[in-house]
């Protein structure tokens, strides 16, 4: 397998594994436009040359856009291998590419969000415990911090009080989202559309800033959906979905 690291001079050429499309699809020109910035502020964009879910996301913690305190480490913002890409060892060598970058530039680890078990959006725990990820921190409902310290004496990374439980004021759905998944740019607009037309109390917040998502009331800044102040998950839902989980709500 061949791989391919994104920088300002191949970003527009090059596809962004997630969201597969040329440059004038939403969610592709959101995403590229959200990376741009995001390089030269360390973002690393690791993936393969063959078109298909195998890449990785990391930057370093203090450039994150999710509210840790994790100084001196690298952040996964995203590790997916999915499909005819799993089985044959990719995964491995883009942890690695990870591990050895942390090492090279003298961090402390690599830290990443998870879950106990295998939730949508997250990386994978059972695989990251086999590569000896420990739990560093948790929060509610169902979020882990795992970390990989370079070094025993390596301080533990923890999420920020505002995160730990997840609750915000105001009446019903209640959205917070970045343009840091390419897949925001395509559903909140349909999600917010289904509401209006079925007259369901909805706002959506764009985090625009990393001071924003920093301090956001969640863990998983992505896409956080709360109902009446209670966090609701963190799965990007089709309209459908979303009108299923509403009736369930309103009932």
């Given amino acids: ?13 090059e596809h962004i594994c997630c969201a597969i499309s040329n440059n004038k699809d939403p969610q592709v020109a959101a995403k590229k436009a ?17 078109r298909g879910k195998c890449f990785i996301e990391y930057i370093p913690a203090e450039f994150a856009w999710v509210p840790l305190e994790a ?38 680890g690599i830290c990443v969000i998870s879950s106990p078990k295998k939730q949508a959006f997250l990386s994978d725990p059972k695989y990251l415990a086999h590569k000896g990820f420990r739990v ?8 882990t911090l795992l970390y990989l310290p370079l070094a025993e004496t390596a301080p ?6 505002c995160a730990k439980v997840p ?4 009446n019903g759905f209640i959205l917070y989202y970045t343009a840091g998944c390419p897949y925001t740019a395509k559903y909140v607009p349909l999600i917010e559309k289904a509401a209006k037309d079925a007259g369901i109390p909805f706002k959506s917040i764009l985090l625009a800033n990393r001071n924003q998502a920093q301090n956001a ?14 966090y609701v998950g963190n799965e990007i839902l089709s309209e459908k979905k979303f009108l299923a989980l509403a009736a369930e709500k309103q009932q």
């Avoid at 959200?34 to 063959?50: A, I, Q, Y």
């Avoid at 533990?156 to 009080?161: E, G, N």
């Fill in 156 to 161: 533990m990374p923890r999420f920020k009080p």
């Fill in 167 to 170: 609750h915000i004021e105001g």
């Fill in 1 to 13: 397998m061949d791989y391919i690291q994104l920088n300002q001079e191949n970003l527009e050429q």
């Fill in 136 to 143: 560093a921190d948790t929060a509610e409902p169902f979020f």
């Fill in 71 to 108: 100084e001196g480490y690298l952040y996964i913002d995203c590790f997916w291998v999915s499909g005819a890409f799993k089985g044959h060892g990719y995964a491995n060598d883009l942890l690695e590419h990870c591990i050895a970058d942390a090492k090279a530039k003298g961090k402390h």
């Fill in 217 to 230: 009331p969640a863990a998983w800044t992505n896409y956080a959906l709360f109902y009446n102040g209670a």
């Fill in 34 to 50: 959200w990376l741009r910035d995001r390089l030269d502020e360390g973002l690393v964009f690791l993936k393969s040359t063959e």
